[in-house]
């Protein structure tokens, strides 16, 4: 069975670590100093970082545990797109300032609504597990 952290997987973790910290640095900022202009959005942006670290670690991490925690971590963060993002659509009031999920992840090319599903691939083609 392959690795879920070798070849194209690496890259995976990879970019998965890049929005685990670039999501918790903008909560973090947007929570602290601006979290009444916009809390819906700003607590979204809190739980997407949650989000992008443990699918990050869960990926990078073997054994059966971690599978199904990548599992759960990657597909609540696909549920998580399109929800938020179908919310921010037909509910913009909510959204006056945008999370990372928001439209569907446009402020961050798309990458936040293909990730998950790229995740899930690469999850069910190296079987889940080490």
Not at 9 to 28: M, N, Q
């Given at each position: 069975?392959?690795?879920?952290?070798?070849?194209?997987?690496?890259?995976?973790?990879?970019?998965?670590?890049?929005?685990?910290?670039?999501?918790?640095?903008?909560?973090?900022?947007?929570?602290?100093?601006?979290?009444?202009?916009?809390?819906?959005?700003?607590?979204?942006?809190?739980l997407s970082a949650f989000v992008y670290i443990l699918a990050t670690i869960a990926l990078a991490k073997s054994g059966e545990r971690w599978s199904r925690l990548a599992w759960l971590a990657i597909g609540f963060e696909l549920a998580g797109v399109l929800l938020v993002g179908l919310a921010s659509i037909l509910l913009p009031e909510l959204f006056a300032h945008p999370s990372v999920w928001s439209g569907f992840g446009i402020g961050y090319g798309l990458v936040p609504l293909f990730l998950p599903i790229l995740g899930l691939i690469w999850l069910r083609r190296t079987n889940a597990s080490d």
């Open positions: 069975m392959r690795s879920r952290a070798s070849g194209i997987g690496r890259l995976l973790i990879a970019v998965y670590g890049v929005f685990a910290i670039s999501a918790t640095a903008r909560a973090s900022f947007q929570l602290l100093t601006k979290f009444d202009e916009a809390p819906v959005a700003y607590s979204l942006s809190a």
